[in-house]
């Protein structure tokens, strides 16, 4: 059974930082591009950053550049997403998926974790 399975989310204060993991079973992760992705209340699902599988290169929405890093353990099966000079802009909750391609777009990933709260604010 293929799952992902978001963890790291919380509280945090303007300026701080949290870590992302997106730990996988039921299929190995090397073979996959995976996505993060986030939804505030009332906005859409947005694109936050990707990584392919082949090469490992990445991607980030103009509005987390410099402040968002993602990456790959294959040997631990999960992803990764660092998010330092949080703002309270960031608070939505944050979901990875995974599929065959590297893109921004939501509607191209067919397995997707459960989400994990992320809300910055002092």
């Known amino acids: 059974q293929v799952q992902l399975v978001e963890s790291g989310g919380g509280l945090v204060q303007p300026g701080g930082s949290l870590r992302l993991s997106c730990a996988a079973s039921?299929?190995?992760?090397?073979?996959?591009?995976i996505g993060w992705f986030r939804q505030a209340p009332g906005k859409e699902r947005e694109g936050v950053s990707c990584?392919?599988?082949?090469?490992?290169?990445?991607y980030y929405a103009d509005s987390v550049k410099g402040r968002f890093t993602i990456s790959r353990d294959n040997a631990k099966n999960t992803v990764y997403l660092q998010m330092n000079s949080l703002k309270p802009e960031d608070t939505a909750v944050y979901y990875c998926?995974?599929?065959?391609?590297?893109?921004?777009?939501?509607?191209?990933?067919?397995?997707w974790g459960q989400g994990t709260q992320v809300t910055v604010s002092s």
């Open positions: 998926a995974a599929d065959l391609r590297a893109t921004m777009n939501p509607d191209e990933y067919r397995y």
């Open positions: 990584i392919s599988s082949s090469d490992g290169s990445t």
């Open positions: 039921g299929f190995t992760l090397d073979y996959y591009a």
